[in-house]
């Protein structure tokens, strides 16, 4: 059943999600780390709107449709885990400090929100033109990414990259636009001097990687947006699910990210679920296996819970 809605409704979603954003980003101006505690005080932020709001859903609509937007909100939660351990993977392979992702992903989920608009507008026929192809490619990239990070933990040491000219997006991506070799701080654009010496505007390694951190939320739009129009057909209801599965999404990543930093067997755990979430994707592409998203909640969950487990307990002294 798809229920009617007014623009002051639509009008007052958009208010509240604006107001939303500019707190979370004026609590979030300094370049620095984002501590779980404040991770977790934001997450608790967001679930709490998402409850707010399905809670008027219900006063003004009745259960049926409340029932719908907590399935919806739910089933995206749960389609997002992956993305999560994906964000991972790109920051790494960027070399992207702590300090500065909060902004690509505040800004991330800025172009998401519009992403996920065009995707609901769209419907499933975006998938049928460039799905399989896109999640290919993107599968051997997180393959990629986690057989990187397993290396970088044998090493010992975490590769810091000053001069990224040989990385791979800086290489592929300026082909097209001027690209500059080095972050310059927090900035996604920077004047720089060309080959003839006029200082002309370049993108910064961080806006590359703010790019294919868009990139992965319309891969993973590629099976949430169709996963929930099979629930609902109501466009009022699957964007409003899909934005506060969203904007809590980042705040899951920086407590996943702080117990990374304290729990010592953490990133192995995070290098494993990378490898499952690869292999998982490739073998959904050539129709091998379909993983269902339960069973594939249930993997990551249990892997987590095991990096935690044998992180808590005392490491064997030295003889």
């Not at 639509?10 to 004026?26: N, R």
């Not at 800086?170 to 927090?186: A, C, D, E, M, W």
């Not at 990210?257 to 679920?273: C, D, P, Q």
């Amino acid at each position: 059943m798809v229920v009617e809605h007014s623009v002051t409704e639509v009008v007052l979603f958009c208010v509240l999600i604006i107001v939303c954003l500019w707190c979370d980003l004026h609590a979030h101006q300094a370049d620095k780390p984002v501590s779980a505690r404040n991770a977790a005080i934001w997450s608790c932020i967001w679930v709490g709107l998402a409850l707010v709001f399905a809670g008027y859903i219900g006063y003004s609509f009745g259960s049926e449709q409340v029932q719908l937007f907590l399935t919806g909100y739910l089933l995206e939660k749960s389609l997002s885990v992956d993305n999560l351990f994906v964000i991972m993977a790109i920051f790494s392979s960027f070399a992207v400090k702590d300090a500065f992702q909060h902004r690509v992903l505040y800004y991330g989920v800025l172009g998401a929100l519009v992403l996920r608009l065009i995707f609901v507008a769209a419907g499933s026929s975006l998938v049928a033109m460039f799905g399989p192809y896109a999640l290919a490619s993107f599968g051997i990239f997180v393959l990629w990414t986690a057989w990187k990070m397993w290396q970088s933990m044998h090493s010992g040491e975490k590769e810091e990259i000053v001069d990224y000219s040989e990385h791979w997006a800086v290489r592929y991506t300026k082909r097209f636009i001027p690209v500059h070799n080095q972050l310059s701080g927090h900035d996604f654009f920077v004047k720089a001097p060309d080959t003839t010496g006029k200082l002309i505007w370049k993108a910064t390694p961080l806006f590359l990687c703010l790019f294919v951190v868009e990139v992965s939320d319309v891969m993973f739009a590629f099976d949430s947006v169709p996963a929930i129009i099979a629930v609902t057909h109501d466009p009022f209801l699957v964007y409003t699910s899909n934005v506060f599965a969203i904007l809590g999404l980042r705040s899951m990543y920086f407590l996943l990210a702080a117990g990374k930093r304290y729990l010592r067997h953490l990133e192995k755990s995070v290098v494993i679920i990378l490898a499952y979430i690869g292999v998982k994707m490739l073998l959904d592409v050539v129709g091998i296996v379909h993983i269902s998203p339960l069973i594939s909640l249930g993997v990551v969950i249990g892997l987590l819970a095991i990096g935690i487990l044998a992180s808590l307990l005392p490491e064997k002294s030295a003889k």
